[in-house]
């Protein structure tokens, strides 16, 4: 109790009057989100269970809490105690263990020594004879009793920002490893929890002696305290925290030196690995390294405490880092005891680039074997493709999770899988004229030809939801283009997209290139698989809006191809002989799908017609739901109910019906509310047609067909690996030549640039040379 109470700031008073009430209801009320505590001893196993944590320990290197020759980083510190202040509000219990004492002091014990010089040399010298001064070199444990105050006194000030009180600990090796000394420093923790008081931990640099060598690590119950990262591993385990947070001035651990060439990031380190990393330098003004990280965070492991070690000076993520640890995204590095059976993610994509350069490499004759192979596969093992999707939609319906429409697209048929062997057909005799075909040919000049040719994107990721369809699909596109392809399916298709990948590897396996399309079936979110800007050259998301603008949101280095809605119109002019199929096609054929009627927009001379009268009872037998808009609902008595948006892709037997004046208005309509997917004109009028097609700005424009011909199959591309609304690149239904790009081959006599100047020998020529058809390089 006596450390308790020499511990506790002023503002304590302050923060019980606030809360009108003792602070131990308020974290009792707040614990409420923990129902069932973890019992400490075992550490989590993956990412995803570290939301689970309630009791932290947060530590704060040198190179976080500092700044070189600037004193403290201010702005760091303030958003790390922001964050600490969500996962307060969450109801966990944080504990800070803080560097920087030795370095703010060496610095503020700098500036002291060169003030007082220079007063000196003023008095006696004048201050025109002012010599070059110099600092002398500063003694550690000097420089961290001038350090701790201020490092203290500016937490205080920003956690009483929040009313949080602070409370400030000062331990040595001493205090662990003497018993009494150790249960008054775990009293004294427990209390400052009980009270909501953040303790803030520090080696005493002032008294400490210097580490002795043969005391470190020497089993779980005993840990030398010779920095602040054995400090925080021995105090997690000693307080039995949940997660152990490291911040350094590195994005985590790295197989080699950062900076060298090939030092790649470790996302989840396991005991044993010590021996394939390569260490480098310590931290610029701690006193520890990466090695004495990476042992300490062992030892934490070995004691039951779960341990990150991350990046807590990067201004992109600083802001978030603690908040994106705990919620369990792939930041830092994690250590886990528990190592999955198969690869990780980083290694499926590696895998896949590797075998994906042999499928590019294949004659076009082969992919297309490997094509008509997955064709022949998806009919002849329909039965077990089936079972395993009946399981899926057993269990998709008894959880109750999804709506109709992701059930509708959950479901496999016979049907289906005809149609997607006839589709995978049709692409295999287009995949001959694929990768490598020459677009345009050069002659430079004289024995000096140049190729544009075409050439596989890389390595593709696509992210669907509920469409089991899309893996054979995207497979066979991906086959024919020569891509590697790593695929993420939704949970509620498991069963089905575990054994049509099992069947594309086995298509694969005819020219040995199985790994070139994984399956991603670890615990991945979505958004991390986002962040391999390094590794993925282009992601396709097939799925809800919602998922669209996710990963639009998160992939902020990697181009994603793709549509955020299909808000489709049809609008009806004056001039149509309505035909009710086209109608009835475009919404009710099937609604949950991207290119299905969103909106109906009526030319108000049809209104009260018995075309529209008939229109209507077509929708209403139909069991579609009617939507007016606000001028629709203008010409109704009792009208249905009004729409709450013109952009609401409704994804279901719904439908949105308003009033235009004019074609050209209808056009307006379409740009101001539309998603640049599909939209279609009904009318006799070819003229009036013709203007609607050249002046709508959508990737599908239709005159007198239904929108759902929006398709890769019916357009006859064999397959689409889905629709895009983009202005760059690919545009619509994106098939085979979506997925391709370009390079340059020149081919010369050792020539070079010198050869064209003024005084050299040679002369452009730039000649087009014609390409016969289906030239390849």
């Not at 602070?23 to 707040?30: D, E, G, N, Q, Y």
């Not at 108000?604 to 007016?628: C, G, N, Y």
């Not at 019906?657 to 209808?666: F, N, R």
């Not at 279609?680 to 990737?699: C, H, K, P, Y």
């Amino acid at each position: 109790a006596m450390f308790a109470r020499l511990a506790l700031c002023s503002r304590l008073p302050s923060r019980i009057w606030r809360s009108n009430v003792c602070p131990v209801p308020i974290r009792a009320f707040s614990q409420a989100k923990f129902s069932l505590p973890r019992p400490h001893g075992k550490s989590f196993a993956h990412r995803s269970q570290l939301k689970q944590a309630k009791r932290i320990v947060v530590k704060l290197g040198s190179a976080v809490v500092t700044r070189d020759e600037c004193g403290l980083a201010l702005g760091r510190l303030a958003s790390i105690v922001e964050q600490h202040d969500i996962m307060w509000n969450q109801g966990r219990e944080m504990m800070i263990v803080t560097s920087g004492a030795v370095a703010f002091g060496k610095q503020r014990l700098r500036h002291e020594i060169l003030l007082s010089q220079s007063v000196r040399q003023a008095l006696h010298s004048g201050q025109n004879q002012l010599k070059e001064m110099s600092v002398p070199v500063l003694e550690a444990r000097a420089c961290a009793a001038a350090g701790q105050s201020g490092l203290m006194a500016l937490y205080e000030a920003m956690f009483t920002q929040y009313s949080t009180c602070t409370a400030q600990i000062l331990v040595t090796n001493l205090d662990f490893h003497d018993e009494q000394k150790r249960r008054n420093l775990n009293s004294t923790l427990h209390e400052l929890l009980r009270m909501n008081i953040v303790p803030i931990i520090n080696t005493n640099d002032a008294v400490v002696p210097p580490p002795v060598p043969s005391s470190d690590l020497q089993g779980v119950n005993v840990i030398s305290i010779k920095d602040n990262d054995s400090l925080a591993a021995r105090l997690a385990v000693e307080m039995k925290a949940d997660l152990l947070i490291a911040l350094s001035d590195v994005e985590g651990l790295y197989d080699s030196p950062p900076g060298t060439d090939d030092a790649k990031l470790i996302d989840i380190f396991y005991p044993g690995d010590q021996q394939s990393i390569t260490y480098g330098t310590k931290s610029r003004v701690g006193l520890g390294g990466m090695e004495a990280k990476v042992k300490a965070a062992l030892w934490a492991l070995q004691g039951g405490t779960s341990v990150v070690i991350a990046n807590g000076t990067n201004p992109k993520v600083t802001g978030h880092v603690i908040t994106d640890i705990v919620e369990g995204k792939k930041v830092g590095t994690f250590f886990s005891e528990v190592k999955p059976a198969g690869p990780t993610v980083e290694q499926q994509t590696e895998m896949a680039r590797h075998a994906g350069r042999t499928l590019a490499s294949l004659d076009p004759e082969q992919r297309e074997e490997i094509i008509c192979c997955l064709a022949e596969l998806l009919t002849e093992k329909k039965d077990e493709i089936l079972s395993a999707n009946r399981r899926d939609m057993e269990l998709a319906t008894a959880s109750g999770r999804l709506s109709q429409p992701l059930i509708n697209r959950l479901s496999l048929s016979t049907a289906k899988l005809n149609s997607l062997a006839i589709g995978l057909r049709q692409l295999a005799v287009s995949s001959r004229d694929s990768v490598g075909r020459v677009l345009r040919r050069t002659r430079v000049a004289n024995n000096l030809e140049l190729e544009q040719i075409t050439v596989p994107i890389g390595v593709l990721l696509v992210i669907f939801e509920s469409r089991p369809d899309c893996l054979p699909q995207v497979s066979a596109l991906a086959i024919a283009s020569g891509n590697a392809l790593l695929l993420k399916g939704g949970k509620e298709a498991s069963n089905t997209n575990k054994i049509l990948h099992q069947l594309t590897q086995e298509a694969l396996s005819l020219h040995g290139v199985s790994d070139a399309i994984q399956l991603v079936s670890t615990r991945e979110e979505v958004e991390d698989l986002c962040r391999l800007d390094k590794m993925i050259d282009l992601i396709i998301p097939r799925g809800s809006s919602q998922l669209v603008r996710d990963i639009q949101r998160a992939a902020k280095g990697i181009p994603v191809l793709g549509h955020s809605e299909g808000v489709c119109h049809v609008y009806i002019d004056s001039d149509a002989s309505i035909d009710k199929a086209i109608i009835r096609d475009s919404k009710c054929d099937y609604p949950a799908a991207c290119n299905a009627m969103e909106t109906l927009l009526i030319h108000r001379d049809l209104l009260r017609t018995p075309i529209f009268d008939q229109l209507i009872d077509m929708l209403r037998t139909e069991h579609v739901k009617i939507h007016a808009g606000p001028r629709f609902a203008s010409y109704l008595t009792f009208s249905p109910s009004e729409v709450k948006s013109l952009r609401t892709e409704y994804g279901d037997l719904e439908c949105c019906i308003e009033v235009v004046d004019s074609m050209q208005e209808a056009v307006d309509h379409i740009h101001k509310y539309g998603s640049s997917h599909t939209d279609v004109i009904i009318t006799e009028n070819e003229e009036t047609a013709e203007q609607f097609l050249q002046q709508v700005d959508s990737a599908c424009v239709f005159w007198n067909s239904s929108s759902r011909f929006a398709d890769g199959y019916r357009f006859g591309l064999g397959a689409e690996v889905g629709i895009s609304t983009a202005r760059i690149h690919a545009r619509g239904p994106v098939g085979l030549e979506g997925l391709l790009t370009t390079k340059w081959v020149l081919r010369g006599e050792g020539h070079t640039v010198a050869d064209f100047s003024e005084q050299g020998s040679m002369k452009y020529l730039h000649e087009n040379i014609p390409i016969p058809q289906g030239s390849f390089s």
